[in-house]
């Protein structure tokens, strides 16, 4: 039977959400198949999907499908609660017995009074026999009041017989977290943050109604700090804007409208969430015309209210976590972690060991060994929207200590039209660094061979990609990751004319790590070598075990061949076969079979028919394609019809780590692809 966890608050506005991220993130550290689970949604659920089952899901990819996430609705409970509560239990033990554990999160208190809905969540918990995590609201309490709510919420889930494995005050005034702490040892205390109850742009607009005339729906997660109403002239209202705020003016004012659009691109002023025009009064097409022309992102919406009407409405629309996109998440993960000894909640519930390594539980480990080694790693393109986004979420979780390159206005300017928070990063500009005559001289040594001229090398390390790499040469980074926009022969060519490869290997290669639903896969080389000859798949083959065992993959190798075992011959399979021979004498512990086909490595089943007595047969988790041809579409072929997620290419055998993004790379992509190359900085130093 799963173990499970039932999130239950005491009142309306307690921020579960935060918590119920908070928690679901433990899980996934600690247990290979995690669910979430809601007894009780909205009648209209349906329609939009209920936000925290959707936001869960898609955050930590749950295998269980979103229907098989639900117990019932408020309107089946109030018809008949007795029944309703049988529904939840048997759809309860339905998914439950297809997971390890179970994350339970209560109802909202949306359709009936707090008391009664708070006794009916404990009652539900009971009937799970799960455990409760009660969470209690610090909004707008004092501290007395929260010791009260803490009293009153014990009492009476331990009145009902439930099992109370521990209480969380989310959103506790931060000037009285201290005294909150000290008041109630072992309760988690998490402090008010503004920023994740303030609208985002895109709740703003949905809310009014409005429709977008100008800017970039990438911002449309930017929170809105504050909004401003523009009833005076340019000159007064400029001394009022601020960072994050939003600014509702007339729409018929169209001459502050392009002051306050230069004023956001202008460097050193601040940078605008949003413009709303009220009244439904849509700019004159040349001021469109104008607007178009200055290439901002500041989103700029039409909407149909009066300017009073639009202000009172912008105060009372609250941010959900949801909207913020990956930004909010990571800072809801950020303060959840600050207020809630998170190893000490898991003792508690005592999970049992894992038996596979999940795509999340590696991701988890990713961020977790990089944030301990304290690596410092160069990203040559600063100035890019996902690079600047993945390096807000790097420092704010403290993954690496970062440097962009690139034009510091540019890479400032964007990260101001992003709203997105680069403070700590390092930025440096290739082209009038004081470093590059030194890299230059550098280079020309390296490259003396092959007639390069100091002032050749000048103009050479001015690129970045050949910048950063220099960086990583000289000690000044640890690693280098790249390729969001160049292609990978960009990326790749200065660290095999510099940085070159580790004495104990032959050639560069390439691994993908492949995160399935259950377990993570690796496949190698599916990006580098075009065909390797035996003694290069060897090669290939070491090095991508020593990468899988590096990173938590137990390696069990498979030389993948269109013939398995001594069935087939031919040129293509006696390569294979060679290749095997020289990894067995090399490293004569190491699981290796070949040649073998996908299914028999793959599929225990036909492993058992094919290999009955191998050792890597239907279990192998290293797997060698015998050619880049092969290997390119194998992995986007798992990738697209498994839905897997491909982290990679990561290259190995470089005597200081590179690695290169595939130019589709998701912020999370980038984000993963950091931590990675911190760890192998750690390998190689």
Do not use: W
């Amino acid at each position: 039977m799963a173990q499970s966890l039932y999130l239950a608050s005491l009142d309306p506005g307690s921020g579960k959400s935060t918590v119920a991220v908070g928690v679901m993130d433990l899980l996934t550290r600690r247990a290979g198949s995690v669910a979430v689970y809601r007894p009780i949604v909205r009648d209209d659920h349906t329609a939009a999907g209920d936000p925290i089952i959707t936001l869960l899901r898609g955050q930590y990819r749950l295998p269980a499908s979103y229907a098989a996430s639900v117990g019932t609705t408020y309107s089946d409970v109030r018809a008949d609660a007795d029944a309703a509560l049988t529904q939840i239990v048997e759809r309860y033990h339905e998914l439950a017995d297809k997971h390890e554990v179970v994350l339970v999160v209560g109802s909202d208190f949306s359709d009936v009074s707090s008391p009664v809905e708070f006794a009916y969540n404990t009652r539900v918990a009971v009937n799970l026999a799960s455990p409760m995590l009660l969470v209690v609201t610090g909004h707008r309490k004092t501290p007395a009041d929260i010791a009260a709510a803490l009293r009153f919420g014990t009492a009476q889930a331990e009145a009902d017989h439930a099992t109370v494995l521990g209480t969380v005050v989310n959103r506790v005034e931060p000037a009285d977290a201290d005294l909150v702490r000290a008041a109630h040892p072992g309760t988690g205390v998490v402090a008010e943050d503004a920023e994740l109850v303030a609208p985002t742009v895109g709740e703003l607009i949905e809310a009014a109604g409005g429709t977008l005339i100008s800017g970039d729906p990438d911002v449309f997660t930017r929170t809105v700090g504050d909004v401003v109403v523009a009833a005076m002239t340019l000159p007064n209202l400029l001394t009022r804007l601020a960072d994050d705020k939003a600014v509702i003016l007339p729409g018929d004012r169209s001459e502050v409208l392009l002051g306050l659009i230069a004023a956001h691109l202008a460097e050193g002023t601040p940078s605008l969430s949003a413009v709303f025009l009220t009244g439904g009064i849509r700019p004159e097409p040349q001021i469109l015309d104008i607007v178009a022309g200055l290439d901002s992102r500041l989103p700029i919406a039409l909407v149909p209210h009066d300017t009073f009407d639009m202000a009172n409405l912008a105060g009372d629309v609250t941010g959900s976590l949801a909207a913020g996109g990956q930004r909010k998440i990571t800072r809801a993960l950020e303060d959840f972690a600050a207020g809630v000894d998170g190893d000490d909640l898991l003792d508690r519930l005592a999970l049992a060991k894992p038996t596979v390594v999940t795509p999340i539980m590696f991701e988890h480990s990713m961020l977790g060994r990089a944030k301990a080694l304290d690596k410092h790693i160069v990203l040559p393109e600063g100035a890019e929207p996902r690079i600047l986004k993945a390096a807000e979420i790097l420092m704010r979780r403290d993954v690496a200590r970062l440097t962009l390159l690139g034009s510091e206005a540019e890479i400032r300017s964007q990260a101001a039209q992003l709203g997105v928070d680069i403070t700590g990063a390092a930025i440096l500009n290739p082209g009038d660094h004081e470093i590059r005559e030194r890299f230059a001289k550098e280079y020309a040594r390296l490259r003396a061979h092959k007639g390069v001229t100091e002032e050749a090398a000048y103009d050479q390390v001015a690129d970045v990609s050949y910048f950063g790499t220099m960086m990583v040469h000289t000690g000044m980074a640890d690693g280098m990751v790249s390729g969001a926009v160049h292609t990978t022969a960009h990326t790749i060519r200065p660290s095999f004319e510099i940085i070159k490869t580790r004495p104990e290997v032959a050639v560069v290669s390439s691994v993908f790590f492949m995160c399935l639903e259950d377990r993570v896969l690796v496949y190698g080389d599916c990006a580098v070598n075009p065909n390797p000859d035996a003694e290069q798949l060897a090669d290939i083959a070491l090095s991508s075990a020593g990468t899988a065992a590096e990173f938590g993959v137990e390696p069990r190798v498979a030389m993948l061949s269109y013939s398995t075992g001594t069935s087939g011959h031919g040129e293509a399979v006696d390569k294979v076969r060679a290749a095997t021979e020289i990894v067995r004498a090399r490293r004569p512990g190491l699981p290796v079979e070949g040649p073998i086909q996908y299914d028999a490595a793959a599929d225990a089943g036909v492993a058992g028919t094919k290999l009955p007595d191998s050792q890597v047969a239907g279990k192998a988790t290293v797997f060698i394609v015998p050619d880049l041809n092969t290997g390119n579409n194998l992995y986007k072929a798992v990738q697209r019809s498994a839905n897997a997620v491909a982290v990679g290419p990561v290259l190995q055998g470089l005597r200081k780590p590179v690695n290169d993004l595939s130019r589709g790379a998701t912020v999370p992509d980038i984000v993963n692809t950091v931590a990675l190359t911190a760890i192998q900085a750690s390998q190689t130093a």
